[in-house]
């Protein structure tokens, strides 16, 4: 479907509500879901040509951007309308490392809030600026509206109907003669088209209360972070603590440590590297409360240059002249195969015509480990048009044993899958798109076995080992520590060897 006004979307998204119909935009989350999460939506409604969607203005009290105004559009207007905006100037300073042009050009607001990214670069900022959202749903006149930090549930939920429609951002004006400032910041594995281990927008409502020491009393304070938790999440606590106090380093000294308080992170949470987004967290904030001091004209006593921009990298290499007699000693040769991959002649799998009668297998793979296989239901995928066979151990002549070094090792699972991954059979179409739709559709029942190992306690335990041990070995170990003057004892975990 392909509506043309907002109405035809309302109504469409009620005849056809929740996981009945998928809407697309941009199709830069759509279609990753299809491809990696086997996530197929039989009902697609483009709301790209929906006019109220692509509203984008300026309006006496806020900012109102449609839910289908693209990211290289926002970015343009933004410019235009960054006079002393400090909303504008946060935002277009993250988007200038957000996603590839290609994605910019494409990629909407309102999909971007819809998707609830935990580690968004842009929902801190809409967060701290207090966006409102607009929700227009088929039964029900009066539009909902919705401040973003209420809409975000946590693990890619969302607060709205499966009926609704988010229509427009609402980013309210300041209406105080109070100072305001909102910054935002981001630290991610690479400079470009990367999101960010961290993103974190602070704000900040200052009132002057002392002209002759310039001393500034926070009146409200909003520091809204992305990568911290399940979802985009505000420090709450500490934004409530910190009304009335004072614009001072000290403040900020104290701030670092409700923040940690607030959002603890230990080695079990998702994403990692705990320690190290604790320490950005507080690392932005340092740079907010720098920010923010000089433009207040305030001393800082370890004040910095926190600017930092570096050139473009490069580099030469200078190559002797050698005597006639080395023409080849020393010399650089091209690659056998360089003229056919830099002159796009080179001849892959997917550019060779395929044989008569060619067929297609996609594999089915076991979903759980150390599990009997109960039953295996290939119903739905025989019904794919194209399908040919479905293959197990059964159709295996001879052996079903690779004869690797590890013994208990089979070509297809013949009862216990052993671990998530292994092979218990493939789907042959007569397409490759049949074939993967048809190994989507293979239904496999599992009894879950015990003990379930799942860390080397575990299998110590439950004495579980490989067999024979292989080690190294040089001198006599127990004699060297008798002799030791100290000996230092501790438990190192490390992750497979691949």
């Not at 309006?59 to 309308?81: E, M, P």
């Not at 006599?476 to 501790?490: N, R, S």
């Amino acid at each position: 479907y392909r509506p043309i006004a907002l109405n035809e979307l309302i109504h469409l998204r009620h005849t056809y509500p929740g996981n009945q119909s998928k809407l697309v935009f941009g199709n830069t989350r759509v279609e990753f879901e299809r491809k990696y999460n086997k996530i197929n939506n039989f009902r697609l409604i483009s709301i790209t040509h929906i006019k109220e969607l692509r509203e984008l203005k300026r309006t006496k009290n806020s900012l109102y951007i449609g839910a289908g105004v693209t990211f290289t559009r926002l970015k343009s207007q933004l410019i235009q309308w960054n006079n002393d905006d400090s909303f504008c100037q946060a935002l277009l300073d993250q988007m200038k490392y957000f996603a590839s042009t290609q994605i910019r050009n494409v990629a909407s607001v309102g999909g971007n809030i819809i998707t609830a990214a935990p580690d968004s670069d842009i929902n801190p900022i809409l967060e701290a600026a207090d966006a409102i959202l607009e929700l227009h749903r088929a039964d029900n006149e009066k539009v909902r509206q919705i401040h973003l930090c209420d809409f975000f549930l946590g693990n890619s939920r969302v607060s709205i109907a499966d009926n609704e429609i988010l229509v427009a951002i609402h980013i309210p004006f300041e209406n105080s003669s109070n100072k305001y400032f909102l910054r935002s910041y981001k630290q991610a594995r690479r400079r470009d088209d990367s999101k960010g281990i961290v993103s974190a927008a602070f704000k900040v409502e200052l009132e002057k209360i002392d002209s002759i020491d310039n001393q500034w009393k926070i009146v409200s304070a909003w520091f809204s972070f992305g990568g911290m938790a399940s979802k985009t999440i505000s420090a709450i606590n500490t934004q409530q603590q910190l009304i009335g106090l004072l614009w001072t380093k000290q403040t900020i000294n104290q701030t670092y440590d409700m923040l940690i308080k607030e959002m603890p992170l230990n080695e079990l949470s998702p994403g990692g590297q705990y320690q190290y987004r604790q320490t950005l967290m507080q690392s932005f904030l340092f740079k907010f409360y720098s920010y923010v001091s000089n433009e207040l004209r305030q001393s800082l006593i370890d004040s910095i240059d926190i600017s930092c921009r570096r050139g473009v990298s490069h580099g030469q290499q200078t190559i002797p002249e050698r005597p006639v007699t080395q023409k080849i000693v020393g010399s650089s040769l091209s690659h056998r195969s360089a003229y056919l991959h830099t002159t796009g002649e080179a001849i892959y799998i997917d550019d060779m015509l395929s044989h008569v009668n060619t067929l297609y297998a996609a594999l089915i793979l076991s979903t759980q480990a150390n599990a009997r296989i109960k039953h295996i239901d290939i119903e739905q995928a025989s019904k794919v048009p194209g399908f040919v066979s479905f293959v197990n151990y059964t159709d295996v002549p001879g052996s079903n044993q690779l004869n690797g070094m590890l013994s208990d090792e089979e070509v297809f699972v013949s009862s216990i899958a052993l671990c998530v991954g292994a092979v218990i059979g493939l789907v042959v179409c007569e397409s490759e798109h049949a074939a993967k739709l048809a190994s989507n559709l293979v239904k496999v029942e599992y009894d879950l076995l015990l003990p379930r190992i799942f860390s080397i306690d575990d299998a110590i335990i439950h004495q579980s080992y490989f067999g024979d041990e292989i080690s190294l070995g040089k001198g006599d170990i127990d004699q060297i520590f008798l002799k030791a003057e100290h000996i230092l004892e501790d438990t190192l975990y490390i992750g497979g060897q691949e």
